[in-house]
């Protein structure tokens, strides 16, 4: 009899498919769960190994609509960035295999979720405190934190001596790279193994999305995103497509992007564990877009507004990265960022080359916030009396008059030579 039914995120990968046939081992009846967040699979692969090792089914899941929709297009929206420089990729994807996830283990009445991340990272608190949101009466099974399981194997070699005994199918003895890598529609990740020295620049073929900018095109390549209400829903390249369904849009700048090596970035991040990490990221279409959104609302919205959602734009990025996705508190920053976007209309233009973006110019026709005749130095017609600029000065330098004197007082000068 069996023990329960798991529903597990599987891969085709050697980890994820020891822990299959283990569950199964176990006693476990298993369902199969893989989400297309826009990776470069081949799932009937992954679906004919599942089945050849015993999952009662394979569940392919194609999410890349919903991942762009539901969380890309609010990354974007708010600016969304990690640390000052982490685009959050691999966390924008998994709120939505989670759900998927769990989505699926409802159908095929599993009462347990399983996974294949390891003790010591990010993705096991992101798919666990999901599932315990999404629906806190399943329960988990996390291999990489089980004894019976991280003691029996220890290394890469006790997992290809437990596929030999098990006729697991092994297309290869070494890892396919020295790191890890981990694809989706908003990036390609890289971390571990040769990459764990951060004073060694990452090898030249570790980057898949981008090409290499000194290799780039010698023309740059042209385009406008339109923004509605800080959404993308429309690009026009130069001299070629429009482009105005989300999904399409986030491919094509996935391209156009990459092909210009736009997007690379290695850095060492704090994990939410404490431990430091390098990761190398490269995000053609989230770095294009973000570029293109913190402009169109440099002239749509309000600057105390900006100010604000810069605080937000942080706590948003802290919950993703943390796996708090599925938090009031989440909840409460994305009301106050779609608020924050009524207005935000406008064309941005733009061209990449050899591995930048740059932004050559923008429109706003419905914005009333920046007025060529107010802001021109060479008329006062439109701004009106510039006198009023004496009272303003003043209330604004009575703290100042007292900061200083109170300085020159103590002997402590404010500069040199005061």
């Known amino acids: 009899m069996s023990k329960g039914r798991v529903c597990l995120a599987y891969s085709g990968g050697l980890d994820t498919s020891t822990i299959l046939k283990w569950l199964i081992l176990e006693g476990y009846t298993v369902v199969a769960y893989i989400a297309d967040v826009g990776q470069p699979e081949d799932f009937e692969a992954v679906e004919k190994k599942a089945l050849a090792l015993g999952a009662e089914r394979m569940v392919i899941d194609n999410l890349q ?8 297009v609010r990354a974007i929206q708010c600016n969304a960035i990690y640390e000052d420089r982490y685009l959050l990729g691999t966390s924008l ?3 939505v295999i989670a759900s998927g996830q769990v989505r699926a283990a409802h159908k095929y009445a599993c009462t347990i979720l399983s996974h294949g ?3 010591k990272g990010n993705d096991q608190v992101r798919f666990e405190l999901a599932w315990k949101a999404c629906d806190p009466s399943l329960s988990v099974i996390a291999p990489w934190r089980v004894p019976e399981f991280y003691n029996r194997f220890q290394g890469r ?13 092994i297309s290869s003895r070494a890892p396919k790279a020295p790191w890890s890598q981990d694809d989706n529609l908003a990036h390609s990740s890289y971390e571990s193994g ?14 898949t999305r981008t090409v290499d900018p000194l290799d780039a095109p010698d023309v740059p390549t042209k385009f406008s995103i339109t923004f509605r209400a800080g959404v993308p829903t429309k690009l026009e390249v130069e001299g070629g497509e429009t482009i105005t369904g989300s999904l399409e849009l986030f491919k094509a700048l996935n391209e156009i992007a990459g092909k210009n090596g736009v997007g690379r970035i290695d850095i060492v991040e704090t994990r ?26 440099g002239i749509t919205q309000d600057a105390k507004v900006k100010e604000i959602m810069a605080v937000i734009s942080n706590r948003w990025s802290a919950c ?8 009031p508190e989440r909840e409460l920053l994305d009301n106050t960022i779609l608020f924050s976007q009524k207005y935000v209309h406008g064309t941005v233009n733009m061209m990449v080359y050899k591995g930048a973006a740059h932004v050559l110019s923008r429109s706003a026709p419905e914005s009333n916030l920046y007025s060529e005749d ?3 130095m060479d008329s006062l017609d439109a701004f009106g009396d510039p006198s009023i600029a004496n009272g303003y000065i003043a209330v604004q330098g009575i703290r100042l008059e007292k900061y200083g004197a109170a300085k020159i007082q103590r002997g402590e000068p404010l500069a040199r030579g005061l």
């Open 157 to 169: 070699q006790d997992l290809l001596a437990f596929a030999d005994a098990q006729g697991i199918p």
């Open 117 to 119: 991340c390891t003790g």
């Open 320 to 327: 993703l990265y943390n796996g708090l996705y599925f938090s």
């Open 374 to 376: 107010q802001a021109s």
């Open 93 to 95: 994807a998994r709120p």
């Open 272 to 297: 939410s564990n404490g431990l430091k990490s390098r990761g190398c990221y490269d995000s053609p279409a989230l770095t294009v877009l973000r570029l293109a959104h913190v402009d169109i609302e």
């Open 65 to 72: 609509q919903e991942f762009v929709d539901d969380v890309i």
């Open 194 to 207: 040769i990459l764990e020295k951060p004073d060694m620049p990452a090898p030249k073929d570790v980057w």
